[in-house]
């Protein structure tokens, strides 16, 4: 049960330290944040055999402020803005800047008699910027210059100085498992995590609850409620099991950990070093246009891609410690960090939404597959070897996170609970001893054997 808590814990503070939408069908075409419409009269966007976007020549090109033209004889499209004009000759690859060849890696289309071309290098022959949103299957042109990395970076920056906020969290996952035959089914499921956090000192509280759907039939996983804090040279963990009535059992889990507790709480000299390793392994920034949600707030949704190489920096003399230690939960900190460390992870890509008018970053969105996946791979020190079936199972699990920010330094104070602080300690009990959300009594939790009763979980 320790390594249990711990590896909920650890996954969840790495979750929250680094902070996807689906794809749509259909293609979308923004410029400057407005969409081109299209319909199929005009011709509709699609992906060609190169996997690039062809886009219908005439209401692409009006829309972004182009005199069109079709020369007839030649198969030649010709748009021009000033003293700028771009022809796109059918079926061959390269296009034509005021009579100057460019090469292209695709070629413009007649499909049912409209003419299609790719989008990016006529776009950017004008001088105009062209970012391709997976996440929302949308062409995003840009015509005017986005500083995007000075705008996310002070976004980022800004967020080092909150005090405290709310934050809700939707882990959406599927994942393929096998059933009694066999044959493999998609299991569904959902955690839905209501967060509050203050900074320095760290502390939080999380509200969780989880539904999933397995071979169709529809589960639900009691409640669970979390708490952290960190001071000077230790963690604690205390977490409340929720067996489906209003009783909760809890538990908790302390860690004395100095450096790592020093890791989590933010003062003066650790910002400063966080904003330099961020600024020094961020690979790229993408401006991915304005949106408009519910409440009427223009929000600039961004794309960031940082180097893995950032955990060796942060986490590396760390974790070569650690696995020198003889201490087991020193071991375990090793054992989960590893994968980080040792770059298996690539590079990570977020997707961030920064207030327009507040310039504070409100929501995140990042796919955890990969994360998870590496971490499970490089936790058989902790849970023993994985088959490789199971492995490869894995491989296909789909699992993205969606954090939507509230109440930055508004966030309403809370106390953790009596019955928590007066938990037994986890790493002071034996396994017959520690409670089950299923009953508050030790006496009743059974042991099969002797070797079971001295393992620890």
Do not use: H
Not at 160 to 182: L, Q, R
């Amino acid at each position: 049960m320790k390594k249990i808590i711990f590896t909920i814990s650890l996954v969840l503070i790495l979750a929250i330290s680094s902070f996807t939408a689906f794809a749509q069908d259909q293609i979308i075409v923004n410029i400057d944040s407005n969409k081109v419409e299209f319909n199929e009269e005009i011709g509709m966007p699609f992906i060609d055999e190169n996997g690039r976007t062809q886009v219908p020549f005439r209401a692409t090109l009006e829309k972004y402020g182009a005199t069109v033209d079709w020369n007839v004889e030649s198969s030649i499209a010709i748009a021009t803005i000033g003293d700028t004009t771009v022809e796109v000759p059918v079926g061959e690859n390269f296009i034509l800047k005021n009579g100057e060849e460019i090469a292209t890696d695709t070629v413009a289309v007649i499909v049912d008699g409209r003419t299609y071309l790719p989008i990016r290098p006529v776009i950017e022959a004008f001088g105009s910027e062209v970012q391709w949103d997976m996440g929302l299957n949308t062409v995003v042109i840009t015509t005017e210059p986005i500083d995007a990395k000075g705008i996310f970076t002070e976004a980022n920056n800004k967020s080092y100085e909150w005090e405290n906020c709310d934050a809700n969290v939707v882990i959406d996952m599927s994942m393929p498992v096998p059933d009694e035959t066999g044959n493999v089914q998609t299991m569904d499921m959902k955690v839905n995590m209501y967060m509050t956090m203050f900074m320095n000192p760290l502390k939080a509280k999380i509200s969780a609850d989880m539904s999933m759907n397995v071979m169709g039939e529809e589960m639900i996983v009691p409640v669970m409620d979390m708490y952290m804090n960190v001071d000077e040279d230790n963690y604690t963990t205390y977490m409340g099991m929720n067996d489906g009535t209003d009783s909760i059992t809890w538990m908790k889990s302390t860690v004395e950990d100095e450096l790592f507790a020093e890791l989590l709480n933010y003062d003066e000299e650790t910002i400063k070093e966080n904003k330099e390793l961020t600024e020094k392994y961020i690979e790229d920034v993408k401006y991915f246009g304005k949106y408009t949600d519910e409440s009427g707030k223009s929000l600039l949704r961004m794309e960031y891609t940082m180097s893995g190489d950032i955990y060796k920096d942060m986490f590396g003399e760390y974790v070569e410690e650690l696995s020198n230690s003889t201490n087991e939960q020193e071991l375990m900190t090793a054992e989960m960090l590893k994968s980080f460390v040792d770059g298996e992870l690539g590079d990570l890509t977020f997707i961030v939404y920064i207030d327009e008018e507040s310039g504070e970053i409100i929501k995140y969105e990042m796919d955890l597959g990969n994360m998870i996946l590496s971490m499970v791979s490089g936790m058989t020190g902790i849970v023993g070897e994985i088959p490789e079936e199971e492995l490869e199972l894995l491989k296909e699990m789909k699992a993205t996170m969606v954090m939507d920010i509230l109440n930055i330094n508004e966030a309403e104070d809370f106390e953790i609970p009596e019955d928590a602080l007066n938990a037994p300690d986890v790493s002071e009990m034996e396994l017959d001893t520690v409670p089950t959300p299923e009953t508050e009594d030790a006496s009743e939790v059974e042991t099969e054997t002797e070797e079971t009763d001295s393992e620890e979980e």
